[in-house]
């Protein structure tokens, strides 16, 4: 079967901009800091949970967080968490292959990063009823991820652009508003890595508006009008702690 003309396109568009991305991968790797998430988790604040090991079942009271702040970590952490379903999404739209595949393979680490340390930090703080938030993951992972742009390279790539920043200053308004320290360190350096994310898009997108610069009209307003961060599947649930 032979291509569409957008398929075409959008491969031509692939391929035009491997050396961008090669030069925005090198970039990033050059200014991203490593870092350990259990370094930023307060684990001497933490103590058993009841169930096998017979500890202590939560409740709201043993949390020190505002309601506010305990929402908004949770929205960021089920954010994280539904990371299978956009490294399909932008797999399918970039490739697997050559600096492409490094890439997206690269992104998805660090951003599981960010998962992980927030739901440490949110366990062991006891910000939150851990039951219910595996239920909000399971019931969010469920219903998966499709974005509402299709697999159009450009609409693809300005979504993740404003995604990106959007993270940013979500986790770093989130941290300061937790009024714990601990937390709005954690958050700080999640969001300097979701910095780094959106530079590399934002010149991505830049390069390829360059190459095509007829399309931008056509696509990028939409993605700029509809790009917010994923709600959890079930607002109830992630309401509950
Ligand atoms: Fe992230
Ligand atoms: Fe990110």
Known sequence: MS??????????????????VEKELDRHLSMAKEWFPHQYVPWSEGRDYDGPLGGEEWSLEQSKLSQEARESLIVNLLTEDNLPGYH?????????????????????????????????????????????LERARMNHMEHGYAATHGDSFLHGTAYVSFQELATRVSHRNT???????????????????????????????????????????????????????????????????
């Not at 291509?3 to 961008?20: A, D, R, Y």
């Not at 890439?103 to 939150?128: F, K, M, P, Q």
Request: charged share 25%.
């Open 175 to 241: 941290g300061k508003a937790s009024g714990d320290p601990i937390c709005e360190q954690m958050m700080a350096r999640i969001a300097a890595d979701e910095n780094l994310h959106m530079i590399f898009y934002r010149n991505l997108l830049g390069a390829a508006l360059e190459i095509a610069p007829n399309e931008r009209c056509a696509r990028t307003p939409t993605s700029s009008r509809r790009s917010r961060c994923p709600a959890p599947a079930s607002t109830a649930s992630s309401r509950s702690p």
């Open 88 to 132: 399909n999404a932008i797999a399918t739209v970039y490739g697997q292959e050559g600096a492409w595949g490094t890439w997206v393979n690269r992104w998805t680490a660090e951003e599981n990063r960010h998962g992980i340390v927030l739901r440490d930090y949110l366990t062991v703080t006891r910000a939150v009823d851990p039951i219910a």
């Open 3 to 20: 291509e569409s003309p957008e398929k075409k396109f959008q491969h031509g568009l692939v391929h035009e901009l491997e050396q961008v």
